[in-house]
């Protein structure tokens, strides 16, 4: 990054990268991950107990979104992770996927399905967009965890999804007592077609940190838990690719909606401010 939006934490060192064992990440010149979390807007149109990012009034215009991506592909990242909030409710989200393909990156996109409008279809169609759809459960529990009713329109449109050819997977938040989701949306999965499903433990940010007593899985049944995505994934070889994605030991690099660069931990008091996407220059004035 430039001098003036230095990478550096508040001890004044760069931080160190997330490392998995055997592997050194991948990094671009001014260290950066090739892959990063944009939010293009804090606004949701759900409550969802658990969440990583709740709302906090951010939901920048088109142009400053777009400034942004055309920065982050400049500066050597190869795919913009489109989310929120809630991604799909911000008018420029069409705009901002052909953006991305014309600049040559890549788009992904995580979503709670509800709100799927015709133009965002036909963008995700073109742009050939991977969407990561959020499903927690059969319809009672979907709705309670998502504080409202949701289910009918998150599977209506991730069919839609589906029918018009467009790559979707789903992801599922495990929450304690909850272990039974597993094998219940894999279910789902398989009779819809889907080929991805990926399994997310709680963590107690956002949202879920004042729920964190009703949330929060016990070591015990987080251990169960993982050990019985294993034996699904399996069983299930070559039906549904079942995926453990645990943010506790996953530090994501993330976009703010404000603008600000941060590696995100399980908690907000492990996250590290990065820097900040800076703005555009500012025009001269006319003489």
Not at 52 to 68: E, K, M, N, Y
Not at 106 to 121: E, F, P, V, Y
Not at 231 to 239: F, K, V, Y
């Amino acid at each position: 990054m430039n001098p003036a939006h230095p990478v550096v934490t508040p001890t004044g060192r760069r931080p160190a990268p997330p490392r998995r064992a055997g592997r050194t990440p991948e990094r671009t010149r001014d260290g950066l991950p090739p892959m990063i979390c944009f939010r293009v807007t804090r606004y949701c149109n759900a409550r969802c107990g658990f969440c990583l990012a709740p709302p906090d009034g951010s939901h920048p215009p088109a142009d400053t979104l777009g400034q942004r991506v055309d920065w982050l592909l400049a500066h050597g990242v190869r795919t913009v992770h489109f989310c929120g909030g809630e991604p799909s409710i911000h008018p420029a989200l069409p705009q901002l996927l052909a953006q991305v393909q014309a600049r040559g990156g890549r788009s992904r996109l995580t979503t709670n399905g509800i709100a799927l409008s015709d133009a965002l279809l036909s963008a995700l169609r073109a742009t050939r967009t991977p969407v990561k759809v959020s499903l927690h459960g059969d319809r009672a529990q979907h709705d309670a965890i998502v504080g409202r009713a949701a289910f009918d329109r998150t599977t209506a449109n991730l069919h839609r999804l589906l029918a018009a050819g467009v790559p979707a997977s789903v992801q599922t938040t495990v929450v304690a007592g909850a272990a039974w989701v597993v094998d219940w949306v894999a279910a789902f999965c398989l009779d819809a077609g889907v080929r991805r499903l990926s399994i997310l433990p709680f963590i107690p940010r956002g949202s879920g940190y004042a729920r964190r007593d009703e949330y929060g899985l016990a070591p015990a049944e987080r251990r169960a838990l993982r050990e019985h995505v294993g034996t699904q994934r399996r069983a299930l070889n070559g039906r549904l690719e079942l995926r453990w994605l645990d943010f506790a030991t996953r530090p994501l690099h993330v976009v703010e909606a404000d603008g600000t660069l941060r590696l995100e931990g399980a908690s907000e008091g492990e996250d590290v401010l990065l820097g900040h996407v800076p703005p555009p220059p500012a025009r001269p004035a006319h003489a």
